[in-house]
């Protein structure tokens, strides 16, 4: 008897695996790369708006002292109360932007999660033009 069809089977599973194993490879190399990219912007992000809130609170700070040296004759306690009605309303809204962002869902993986989609697709397709 012939070994000829096991041989040829194996081959072929052998070669399924193989391409399996790429796929996975492929996918996984990806999904890194979102990793890495999704770290990288968040970093700048925090590095960016930690800056900016630092300095902008100090030049506001700056500012409402400017002001109430300015007119401390006439207008002392009213410089100071508009400065910490500001100051706290522009807090109040940072924290409900905060709070709005949140809850919004992260889009980390969403290019793997398309990728492994359109693998799904083309094997319900083949499968499909396969079947008599």
Do not use: C, N
């Not at 700056?62 to 109430?68: I, P, Q, R, S």
């Not at 002392?76 to 905060?98: E, I, K, N």
């Not at 992260?106 to 290019?111: D, G, H, M, N, V």
Request: a positive charge; charged letters at 20%; aromatic letters at 6%.
């Amino acid at each position: 008897m012939s070994d000829a069809p096991s041989g040829g089977v194996l081959d072929t599973l052998r070669g399924l695996l193989v391409t399996g194993i790429a796929l996975a490879k492929v996918r996984l190399e990806l999904l890194s790369t979102e990793v890495r990219e999704e770290k990288a912007r968040l970093l700048a992000i925090l590095a960016y708006g930690g800056a900016a809130i630092f300095l902008l609170a100090v030049g506001a700070v700056f500012l409402a002292v400017f002001l109430t040296v300015l007119l401390w004759d006439s207008h002392r306690l009213l410089v100071l109360g508009l400065a910490a009605a500001v100051f706290l309303l522009a807090g109040a809204g940072a924290a409900m932007t905060a709070r709005r962002l949140a809850g919004t869902p992260a889009k980390l993986f969403e290019a793997s999660l398309e990728e492994l989609k359109r693998d799904q697709l083309r094997a319900e397709v083949s499968g499909k033009s396969q079947s008599p």
